[in-house]
T-cell receptor, first 114, second 115 residues
Framework: KAGVTQTPRYLIKTRGQQVTLSCSPISGHRSVSWYQQTPGQGLQFLFEYFSETQRNKGNFPGRFSGRQFSNSRSEMNVSTLELGDSALYLC?????????????FGQGTRLTVV | AQKVTQAQTEISVVEKEDVTLDCVYETRDTTYYLFWYKQPPSGELVFLIRRNSFDEQNEISGRYSWNFQKSTSSFNFTITASQVVDSAVYFCALSETNTGNQFYFGTGTSLTVIP
């Protein structure tokens, strides 16, 4: 059974640009969540998508957005990049029902903003 | 308010020693779930164990064991006979039923096992 796949693994962008990250969950999983990991703030929840609908959102500015496709693959977009957006972005795939199952994480996309 | 606290930032042990990682959580939910994840240098968070709030039975799984105590809101994790491959950052996480699949993570404990 394939795990969670995130692409690309590494990305270098310039301030002001925008970026799109991709996540393919485990087959059959409909929930995809995104987390930002930085040395200063740790792991912070961005948002969760379930069956193409955003079900929950963390405390991030509107520059951070996402979507989910009918095959459960998800994309995360960050517009007008700032230096502080440099982080490891992790995607988590989860089965049903909510809450009582573990989440499986991808290896992440390491974004560097210069 | 921070919901998961891992007071130990870094721990070093000599191989074959036992090590316990501490986790204290805060929640108002009566039904919630606690997890431990391991993050090796590759970056991927690897699931280790899960415990439901309504099941306080402590278990052992191979070299891993955990001690869940609702009275003190603690969910400690022990590695027995540590190995060099156990070196990683360990995260405790909380999931509440009223916030769906959102995980609240602690700040992590970096474990170094010295050969």
């Amino acid at each position: 059974k394939a795990g969670v796949t995130q692409t690309p693994r590494y990305l270098i962008k310039t301030r002001g640009q925008q970026v799109t990250l991709s996540c393919s969950p485990i087959s059959g999983h409909r929930s995809v969540s995104w987390y930002q990991q930085t040395p200063g703030q740790g792991l912070q929840f961005l948002f969760e998508y379930f069956s193409e609908t955003q079900r929950n959102k963390g405390n991030f500015p509107g520059r951070f957005s996402g979507r989910q496709f009918s095959n459960s693959r998800s994309e995360m977009n960050v517009s007008t990049l700032e230096l502080g957006d440099s982080a490891l972005y992790l995607c988590a795939s989860k089965g049903d029902p909510p809450g009582n199952t573990e989440a499986f994480f991808g290896q992440g996309t390491r974004l560097t903003v210069v | 308010a921070q919901k998961v606290t891992q007071a130990q930032t870094e721990i070093s042990v000599v191989e074959k020693e036992d090590v316990t990682l501490d986790c204290v959580y805060e929640t108002r939910d009566t039904t919630y779930y606690l997890f431990w994840y391991k993050q090796p240098p590759s970056g991927e968070l690897v699931f280790l164990i899960r415990r439901n709030s309504f099941d306080e039975q402590n278990e052992i799984s191979g070299r891993y064991s955990w001690n869940f105590q609702k009275s003190t809101s603690s969910f400690n994790f022990t590695i027995t006979a540590s190995q060099v491959v156990d070196s990683a950052v360990y995260f405790c996480a909380l999931s509440e039923t009223n916030t769906g699949n959102q995980f609240y993570f602690g700040t992590g404990t970096s474990l170094t096992v010295i050969p």
